[in-house]
Nanobody
C-alpha cells in the first residue's frame, strides 16, 4: 500500500503562484510514476502532469506546459507541482496519484493510489 497526502492548496490571485506538495509513504519502492490530476466542479477529473520514478522524465498536459512544473525530492518522499501564472480556470481540487505498474500515463484508471486532494482557488 502507498499513502499520499497533498498540501499547499489555497487561494491565489490570477497571475500568482502556488506550490503543491504530495508526501508519499508506505511501499514507495513500488511506485513507477506519480501524477497530478485536477477536478473542477461539474467536470471530469483531468490529468495535469506526471513524473517517472526511474528516469525522472516529466510529462505534461499540453496546454499547461510552461506554467506548471512537476518535480520530486526522493530523500523527502515528496513530489511537487509548481503552478505559475495561475488563471481562474485552474480552480479545482488537485490530486496526486501513484502508479504501481509501468503502464501509466494520463489515465485515471492507470493510477492505483490517490491522495485526498487539495483545493486550489484562483480569483480574477
Amino acid at each position: 500500500q502507498v499513502q499520499l497526502v497533498e498540501s499547499g492548496g489555497g487561494l491565489a490571485q490570477a497571475g500568482g503562484s502556488l506550490r503543491l506538495s504530495c508526501v508519499t509513504s508506505g511501499r514507495t519502492s513500488s511506485i513507477y510514476g506519480l501524477g497530478w490530476f485536477r477536478q473542477a466542479p461539474g467536470k471530469e477529473r483531468e490529468w495535469v502532469a506526471a513524473i517517472d520514478y526511474t528516469s525522472e522524465e516529466t510529462y505534461y498536459e499540453d496546454f499547461l506546459k510552461g506554467r506548471f512544473t512537476i518535480s520530486r525530492d526522493n530523500a523527502k518522499n515528496t513530489a511537487y507541482l509548481q503552478m505559475n501564472s495561475l488563471k481562474p480556470e485552474d480552480t479545482a481540487v488537485y490530486y496526486c496519484a501513484a502508479a504501481d505498474t509501468p503502464n501509466y500515463y494520463s489515465g485515471v484508471e492507470e493510477y492505483k493510489y490517490w491522495g485526498q486532494g487539495t483545493q486550489v482557488t484562483v480569483s480574477s
